[in-house]
C-alpha cells in the first residue's frame, strides 16, 4: 500500500484519537486492504468513524456484539468493493460503446464532448511540414525523421497518428 499521505497519517495518529472515513472503501483498493487497515486501527485502539455507514463505526470504549465484528463488518466491506467495482465495469462499458470521431477519439452522443486528453497540437514550420509529408509518402525514414526533430520514435508516432497537415 504506497498511499503517502495515509501512511502520514497512520504514523501521527495514537490511541483514543479518531480517524473520519465518508464511506468504508475508502480504507483500501480492495477487501483485503480494507480489512486489514480497519483491523490495524482498532488494533492501535482508534476510534473508527464511518459516515455513510454508522453501523461500522468503532469506539474504542464501547464494546459492540462479536457477531458485528465478525460477520456484519466484513461482509459491508465486501459489499463496498463490489459495488466499486460494478461501477468501474459500467463506467468502462459506457466508454467502450461510445461512437468513435475520425480522429479515433471516443465522444459523448448525448453531449457530443469528445473524451480523453485533447490532441497536441503540432506547431510545425513549413521545413518540419515538408519532412512529415515526405515521410509520409515514404520518402524518407521515420528514424531520419526523428534525429532531424531530435524526438523518440514513440513520439514520432503519436505526432504522426494526431497532425493533420494541408
Known amino acids: 500500500m504506497k498511499r503517502s499521505e495515509l501512511q502520514k497519517i497512520l504514523s501521527k495518529i495514537r490511541e483514543n484519537d479518531t480517524f473520519v472515513v465518508t ?3 475508502r480504507l483500501g483498493r480492495n477487501f483485503t486492504e480494507v480489512t486489514e487497515l480497519y483491523t490495524k486501527l482498532k488494533d492501535m485502539k482508534v476510534n473508527i468513524a464511518v459516515i455513510n455507514q454508522e453501523l461500522l ?3 474504542v470504549n464501547d464494546k459492540k456484539d462479536e457477531i ?3 460477520v456484519v463488518i ?3 466491506i465486501y459489499l463496498a468493493e463490489r459495488e466499486r467495482s ?3 465495469e459500467r463506467i468502462n462499458d459506457g466508454i467502450k460503446n461510445m461512437p ?3 480522429s479515433g477519439k471516443r465522444y459523448s452522443r448525448k453531449t457530443g464532448n469528445v473524451i480523453g486528453r485533447p490532441v497536441k497540437v503540432l506547431n510545425l514550420s513549413k521545413e518540419e511540414q515538408d519532412m512529415l509529408k515526405r515521410v509520409r509518402k515514404k520518402e524518407i525514414s ?5 534525429r532531424f526533430m531530435q524526438i523518440s ?3 514520432y508516432y503519436k505526432y504522426y497518428r494526431n497532425s493533420y497537415l494541408d
Do not use: A, G, W, Y
Not at 521515420?142 to 526523428?146: I, S, Y
Open 23 to 25: 464511506d468504508i472503501d
Open 57 to 59: 463505526n468503532h469506539n
Open 68 to 70: 458485528v465484528n465478525v
Open 74 to 76: 466484513p461482509l459491508l
Open 86 to 88: 460494478i461501477l468501474i
Open 100 to 102: 468513435l470521431e475520425k
Open 142 to 146: 521515420v528514424k531520419t525523421f526523428c
Open 153 to 155: 520514435r514513440s513520439s
